[in-house]
Structure formats: C-alpha cells, structure tokens
C-alpha cells in the first residue's frame, strides 16, 4: 500500500481556512507506513522499499497490531527535525551499524494516519474518524501521535517562528486515498525544497573530496532533462562519499541535458546518466528557472522525482 500524497498550495491563495479544514505541522523528515499486519514489523518508504533495518530504535510498534500506520521518521538536531541529521541513517542496511547509530543519533515516529488497525481497513473513514482511532491507541516510544490545530494562520506562524518547515491542512470530511496525490491534503513549506536530477559533476577547485558540485536537471512533461543550475554547499563528508559511490558508475560521455548548460558550469564537468536523485533547498528559481543559492541535503531514492514548472 502507498501512502497518499498532498499537494502543494497555492503560492497566491496559500492554504485554506475555515472549519473544514485540520492543520498540522510539515515534519522535515522521510515519510515511513509501519504495517504489522503479516505479524512482524515492516517500515516501508514512500515507494515501497522496506527500510526497517535502517531504524531499529522504532521495534516496538511490533506491539500495535494488524495496523498500517502512517507518518514520518524525524531525526532531531538542535531541539528541531533536521533532514540532515537523518540524512545518514535512512540509507543504512546493515544492522549493527544501525544500532550504533540509534544509539547517537536516535529517531521519533511521528504518526498522523492510520490505514488499518486489528486487520480492519479504515481507509474509506473521514479523516476525522481515522484521527479519532489513532487518539485511542497507545504508541509505543519513540512513536508518537503528531498534534493537529484548528487555527491554519496561527500554525503557519508559529511553525515558522521556530524554523520548522511548514504546514499541511487536510480535509476533516476526505477519505484516505493510498497512492493519490490529492487536494483534500494541502501542503506548504516556509523554505523551498525539491528533489532533482544528478546529470554530472565537478571535481572540487581546493581541498580533499571527490565532488566539489553537482549539475542539476528536472525532467519536463515531455520526459526531456532540463538544467536547473550547479550545487555545492552542503556536499562534504558522508555525502560527498556517497555521491562518488552513487555516480561513478553511472559516468557518460556525453551531456544529459536536453537544453543548454552554461559554459561556465559545463567545464570541466563528467557527465552521467540522470539515475541519481538529491534532496536540495533554494531560495527561489530564477526568469531562467535556475535554482538560486541551492543546497544538497542528501540522496533520495523514496520520493518522486519533481518536475519542471515553466515560470
């Protein structure tokens, strides 16, 4: 089963209002279903992948039984979820290392929808219904049920006094709709992210590391790759390590992109099959759709690739 998706907001009308209408808090973190319902526990990614190996720290929502919970992993990194502190352990796959990771860097569960619960379905409920459920079962820690508001405007503000990366509002009345992309979820974020293309790569001016930049694209409604400009901050370390991994092997003699690179950014620059997909923040695209100030947060192999929007 996958989890249904929200769509963005309206960057003029933003989020709704009103009583319909129940608002939470956008977790920056990797959205997980726990489904206990083949009677051990599976964390699954957005796009299925089984990841309960990565997060050991989350075993006891074995206890909840015949359910399929949804909601998302967060990593904790000066009293806020940071993605970049869960950058390193959502990939992990070995189980010892895991451990040793929990141990320094342990994750919460924060659960915000219910699929099923005893063997029974309840997709087809209201939200408010499903909600109501999930305020009646005991979560195990490091679980625990995300907070829904009434007030959109207020949350709006407060989420982003504290820097935390946004809001959704979800229609009381709407069913859960697996695999949907759907207006009864609404989403808005106080920074821009995206998840875009790896087409190549320069080495590092100075310094140690392997990948000094990465190109980056955006496939368009016609499958072609178009360029959304260069990102180096936050490449280093662990990241930078993986990258090398990830596009050594990928590495093509020719240029990807479908429309034109710019000198300055094509020189010196390996090019690669568009395979490898990073989570980036920026401030703003620019007239040419280039991403302005961009930074890596890290590889992403559990969400959809976003699309070019003409601007």
């Given at each position: ?6 769509t963005g907001a309206d960057p003029q009308a933003g989020l709704p209002t009103g009583p319909a209408w129940a608002f939470e808090v956008k977790w920056d973190g990797v959205r997980v279903l726990a489904d206990t319902t083949r009677g051990v526990l599976r964390l699954l990614s957005r796009t299925g992948r089984d990841v309960t190996v990565a997060y050991p720290e989350l075993g006891a929502l074995a206890d909840v039984q015949g ?245």
């Open positions: 089963m996958q989890p249904m998706l929200a359910a399929v919970l949804d909601g998302e992993v967060v990593a904790m990194s000066g009293g806020r979820p940071s993605f970049e502190a869960l950058a390193e352990r959502m990939h992990v796959r070995d189980p010892a290392r895991a451990r040793r990771l929990a141990e320094v860097s342990p994750v919460s569960y924060l659960v915000f929808d219910v699929l099923m619960l005893y063997g029974v379905d309840v997709t087809r409920r209201s939200f408010d219904e499903r909600r109501a459920t999930l305020e009646r079962l005991t979560l195990p820690p490091p679980a625990q049920l995300s907070p829904v508001y009434d007030d959109g405007p207020e949350l709006w503000q407060v989420t982003r006094e504290h820097g935390l990366e946004g809001v959704v509002a979800k229609r009381r009345s709407s069913t859960y709709q697996p695999g949907r992309r759907s207006r009864d979820w609404i989403k808005a974020a106080h920074r821009t992210t995206r998840t875009a293309l790896v087409g190549g790569w320069r080495a590092p001016t100075a310094g140690t590391g392997a990948i000094g930049a990465v190109l980056l694209g955006a496939p368009d409604h016609h499958g072609r790759l178009r360029y959304l400009g260069r990102a180096g901050s936050g490449i280093a370390g662990p990241l930078d390590r993986r990258l090398a991994r990830l596009l050594g092997p990928v590495r093509r003699p020719d240029n990807p992109f479908d429309d034109e690179v710019p000198p300055v950014d094509a020189q010196g620059a390996t090019w690669c099959d568009p395979v490898v997909a990073l989570d980036v923040a920026y401030l703003h695209r620019t007239a040419a759709g280039r991403l302005r100030h961009p930074v890596v947060r890290g590889v992403r192999d559990d969400a959809d690739i976003d699309l070019w929007e003409d601007l």
